[in-house]
C-alpha cells in the first residue's frame, strides 16, 4: 500500500490535485529538484516555454494609516514627519512622467487606510488616470482597502466596486490577503479587513466581472499548513468564480517592523514554496515572481520552479522598500527579456489580462 508522500509525487508528476496532506508530506520531503521539475512542467502545461512581464507604473498614494500592523513598515500615523499623501498635482507630475513611457500599459495603485481621505479622493484619482491615459489598465486598491472605502461610506462592496469599475477601474492587485487565517492576521495585521472580508471582496468582484490578483504573504508567524490551507482557500474561490488571474507571493520582510526579531526566509524556502505554489494552485494559469520582493537574482531562479511572470518594470515603489528591500525602484523593458532569455524562456510583453502585446502596438 502507498503512503502518503508516493501518493502525492505520483500526483505532482502526472498534475493531479493535491490535497492539505499530500501537500504537507511534499513540503516536508524536502526534495526541491523533483519539486522544481514537477513544477517546471505544470507551469509548462500551462504557457509553454513563455514568460511574460508588463510596462507598469507604480503609485503608493499615501503612508498614513489607520491599520497600525506589525507586520508593516510602510505605514505611520497622522501626524508622523515621516508621512506624505499625494494630491491631485503630485498626480498630474507622475502621469505626465507616464506619458513619456513608451507602451506603458498599467498603472497600479495601492496605498494605505487614511483616516481623513474621503472616498471622492480615491475615485477622483482613478478618474484623473484614466482621463490622461486612457489606453492604460488601472489596477487600483487591495481587497482591505475596498473594505475601508466601503465602511468609511456606509456603501456595500458591491456598491464600491461598481463605482469605481464606471470610473476606469480594470482590476484589483490581491494584496492585504497575507496567510487568511484568524489566528495569523491577529497577530499580523489585526485592524485591518479579516479573512472572511478579503474573501467575500474579491468574490463580489468577480460576480462583478472584475478580475483581480491573488496573493500570499509568508515566513513570518504561519505554519505551514496554514500556508498551504490557504492555497486551498485561493484554489475553491478560483473553482467558484474563475476570475484570479495570477497569484503572487511575498517572502516577509522583518526589518523596520514591529516583528523585526524574526528572519527573513532564505532562498531555499522561496523556491521551494514557488514549486509549492505552482503544483497547489493548479486552477490558477499564472505564478508571478515578483523581482522587487525576492531580488532579480532569486526571481530569475524561480522561472525554474514553476513561475512564469516577473511582473514589470514598476518604476517606483515604497512599500517593500520600507521594510528594507534593496532591490531597484525600476527596470528596463530590454533588462527584463535578457533575464527571461537566460533563463531558456520566451519573453512576451502583456497587458494586465495577459494578452500578448506585440512590437509597436
Not at 487568511?180 to 489585526?190: A, K
Not at 523581482?291 to 514589470?312: E, S
Amino acid at each position: 500500500m502507498e503512503n502518503i508522500l508516493e501518493i502525492a509525487k505520483k500526483k505532482a508528476v502526472n498534475g493531479e490535485r493535491l490535497s492539505l496532506e499530500e501537500g504537507l508530506a511534499l513540503y516536508n520531503d524536502n526534495d526541491l529538484l523533483f519539486l522544481a521539475e514537477c513544477a517546471r512542467k505544470a507551469k509548462e502545461r500551462k504557457s509553454g516555454k513563455e514568460v511574460y512581464y508588463n510596462v507598469n507604473r507604480h503609485i503608493n498614494l499615501t503612508n498614513i494609516c489607520t491599520s497600525g500592523c506589525p507586520l508593516c513598515a510602510f505605514q505611520c500615523e497622522k501626524g508622523d514627519k515621516r508621512g506624505f499623501t499625494l494630491e491631485t498635482e503630485d498626480i498630474e507630475r507622475i502621469l505626465a512622467e507616464a506619458k513619456t513611457v513608451k507602451n506603458l500599459g498599467e498603472i497600479h495603485i495601492v496605498s494605505a487606510l487614511h483616516p481623513d481621505k474621503p472616498f471622492e479622493y480615491y475615485l477622483n484619482i482613478v478618474k484623473q488616470v484614466k482621463n490622461a491615459l486612457p489606453n492604460a489598465d488601472i489596477k487600483a486598491f487591495t481587497p482591505v482597502e475596498i473594505v475601508h472605502f466601503a465602511e468609511m461610506t456606509g456603501k456595500s462592496v458591491k456598491e464600491v466596486l461598481s463605482i469605481l469599475k464606471e470610473a476606469g477601474l480594470s482590476s484589483l492587485p490581491g494584496g492585504g490577503a497575507e496567510i487568511l487565517s484568524d489566528r495569523v492576521r491577529e497577530i499580523i495585521c489585526p485592524k485591518k479587513a479579516t479573512a472572511t472580508q478579503w474573501i467575500h471582496t474579491m468574490k463580489t468582484a468577480h460576480k462583478l466581472g472584475i478580475r483581480t490578483n491573488c496573493t500570499m504573504m509568508y515566513g513570518h508567524v504561519e505554519t505551514i499548513e496554514e500556508r498551504l490551507q490557504h492555497l486551498i482557500t485561493l484554489r475553491e474561490i478560483q473553482d467558484e468564480t474563475h476570475g484570479f488571474q495570477a497569484f503572487v507571493a511575498f517572502p516577509f520582510h522583518p526589518a523596520n517592523t514591529q516583528l523585526s526579531h524574526l528572519k527573513r526566509v532564505g532562498s531555499w524556502e522561496d523556491m521551494k514554496m514557488m514549486a509549492m505554489f505552482r503544483l497547489m494552485l493548479d486552477n490558477i494559469d499564472h505564478i508571478k515572481a515578483f523581482w522587487i520582493m525576492l531580488t532579480m537574482p532569486v526571481a530569475q531562479m524561480a522561472l525554474g520552479f514553476g513561475a512564469d511572470d516577473l511582473d514589470g518594470t514598476i518604476g517606483e515603489e515604497k512599500i517593500i522598500h520600507a521594510a528594507g528591500a534593496k532591490t531597484n525602484t525600476g527596470i528596463t523593458k530590454s533588462r527584463l527579456q535578457k533575464i527571461i532569455t537566460e533563463a531558456g524562456y520566451i519573453p512576451v510583453e502583456r497587458d494586465t489580462f495577459y494578452h500578448p502585446i506585440r512590437e509597436g502596438e
